[in-house]
């Protein structure tokens, strides 16, 4: 199958998606019309993350009881507001 693009057509922007579904030929001469990609440049490293102290035995009791207390609560509410 021989498809004619009139020259009008690849002319300005080009969508991608048009691109994907166009015939193979028209595809073919919009990825001609591409500039070349640039030049793969290294990526510089980065330094290395500090690492923080873990938490203490305060820290870990403070959201355990704060959990709890999510829990128990509503809970409690639920059990006084039946009775």
């Known amino acids: 199958m021989t498809v004619l693009v009139p020259p ?6 080009l969508s991608p998606e048009l691109v994907l579904v166009s015939p ?14 640039p030049a ?7 330094p290395p993350a500090i690492l923080q102290a873990s938490p203490g035995r ?18 409690l509410f639920i059990l006084t507001a039946q009775a």
């Open 58 to 75: 305060i820290e870990l009791t403070a959201v355990w009881l704060v959990c709890l207390a999510m829990t128990i609560g509503p809970l």
């Open 8 to 13: 009008d057509l690849l002319s300005g922007p």
């Open 24 to 37: 193979p030929e028209v595809a073919r001469m919009a990825r001609g019309l591409l500039p070349p990609p």
């Open 40 to 46: 793969a440049r290294p990526v510089p490293a980065s």
